[in-house]
Structure formats: C-alpha cells, structure tokens
C-alpha cells in the first residue's frame, strides 16, 4: 500500500477510537516509522513503506489506539523551538507553558546573570528554555520525581546545556539557596477532577497533576517558602489551572508578595500568575 492509502485507514481508526487528532496523529508516526517527513508521506501515492517500517508504525497505532500520548509514543515533544524527550512517568510539556517561559524571560532580560530556579521541573522545558533564551543565565532545576529528575538530565546532556538539576520535595534540596526568579508550573488539578480527565492526561502521572483537595496545595507551599529562597527584588512565575489564577494572586500577596500580575493563555483563559517582592 502506497503511504497515502495507509495514512487515509489509520487516521479513520484513530477517530473511530475517539482521538481528537487523527490525521496528524497519523500523520506524525508514519514519519517517524519511515524517517521522511509527514507532509512528503501524505503525497506518497507510489512509494510505501518496507515491511519493517510498517510494522513499526502498526506497533505505533496499536499504543495510540488504546489512547497513550502521542508525546509518549514518539518520544518527544516541541517545547520553545527545542525537541524535549518525553517518556511515560513524566508530564508532557504543554503550549502554554511556553508563555510562561516567556514571560520569565522578559523579566529576567535585562540582568547580567540571573539566577533562576525551576520548580517541578518535570523534563526540565522550562528550566532549558530559560537557559537557552537567556545566555549567561544560572539556572537550577529541580523536582521530586526520580523519573522526572532523569528525563530533565537526559534532555541537558541532548541540548549542551549547563545546568544543576535536583531531587527533592519543591525547595527540600535548596536550602539556604536564593533566586532571581521562581517559575513553576506544579501540579494544579483539585484531585477529584483528576478522576475524569481526558483519556491521554490519565496516563501521565498523578503525582504531577493533583494538587489536593481545591488544586491549590502548592501555591500555599510557594506562597511560604519562596520568600526565604528569593534576592531582594526577586519574582515568583506560576502556571495555575482552569479557575485558580485570582485565588493563586491571592496565596501569594498573603504569603508577602507585594504586587501580583494575572495573564492568559492563547485561549484567554487567566493561567499565569507572578508574584513580585520587595
Ligand atoms: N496542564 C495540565 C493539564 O491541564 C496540568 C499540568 C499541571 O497540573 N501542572 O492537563
């Protein structure tokens, strides 16, 4: 079969099996089973795959039929215009966590050598990017999970990137330790909600989604323990999910922040929160 044709059946598989993206999920494995690019495999009308590279792909739709991450099957996952390696045990990196590297970004640019540490670092995208948007930048990363602390440092050594990464509960490994900026993207989703996710998010691990009883768990744990781990005149950036940004502001001024900022996601939904110091 010509990869057209088996691009056509896969993606009609994928839907029937409830993927919300069939053709570019399919799209996506062929390229990777074949080695050429997806756009080229959809104009393939001579040319297929071997035997050997089909199968790959066959073994490649059966993980995605049963609804495993895309992310998780192919290994990777854009983030900032870097490839990050991803891996079953680890959270994926989302788009708007992008903007949240962004915005560190912007307030850490006019600083000879920042100091930035990365909370719940997960594969390390937001830690990596920062070093890499911020040349000169020291950045720490660090996060509880041993499956998340490898991925980070496999993802340092794939990209030359200079950093310390760090096993421990948020700031247990950073004692004494202070930072221009905190950014954080920490488990936010209340932990009954955790329950009826869509079907790929129930495959990454809960330990980086609940955040207790309302979500909010960590940013009380922020909101306390950043102040000691801060220089003067540092900032704290956090990802919050779907209705916790105002009540995140909140944790943070009580915690000692002296101004907050709220900013939205690419779907206008308030999912940044930073948290300034005196
Ligand atoms: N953004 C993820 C989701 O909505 C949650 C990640 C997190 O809890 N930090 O599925």
């Known amino acids: 079969m010509n990869s057209r044709e088996i691009l ?18 399919s799209a996506a494995m062929l390229a990777q089973a074949v080695g050429r690019p997806a756009l080229a495999l959809r104009l393939e009308t001579e040319q297929g795959p071997t035997e050997a590279e089909e199968a790959e792909f066959r073994r490649m739709m059966a993980r995605r039929l049963r609804r495993e991450p895309l992310q998780y099957i192919l290994g990777t996952a854009a983030f900032c215009g870097m490839e990050l390696l991803t891996a079953p045990g680890v959270l994926i990196p989302r788009p708007e966590t992008e903007l949240l590297a962004e915005w560190a970004a912007e307030r850490m640019a006019g600083r000879r050598e920042p100091e930035i540490l990365d909370l719940c670092c997960g594969t390390g995208c937001l830690g990596l990017s920062l070093l890499k948007m911020l040349p000169g930048a020291r950045v720490a990363l660090s996060d509880l999970s041993g499956e ?43 932990s009954a909600a955790c329950e009826c996710l869509q079907e790929e998010v129930m495959r990454e691990p809960r330990m980086a989604l609940d955040g207790g009883k309302d979500g909010l768990d960590f940013y009380r744990r922020i909101a306390a323990e950043a102040p000691a781990h801060l220089k003067a005149g540092g900032a704290v950036l956090l990802e919050t999910g779907f209705g916790e940004a105002e009540d995140t502001a909140g944790i943070m001024r009580e915690g000692g922040a002296a101004r907050t900022e709220i900013r939205s996601d690419l779907n206008g939904i308030a999912r940044m929160v930073l948290a300034e110091y005196a």
């Open 148 to 190: 998340a602390v490898r991925l980070a440092r496999k993802n340092r050594e794939r990209l030359g990137a200079d950093c310390e990464i760090l096993q421990g509960d948020l700031f247990g490994p950073l004692a004494g330790r202070r930072f221009d900026c905190i950014v954080s993207n920490p488990p936010y989703i209340p």
């Open 8 to 25: 056509k059946r896969a993606a009609e598989e994928l839907r029937l099996a409830g993927v919300p993206d069939p053709e570019y999920d």
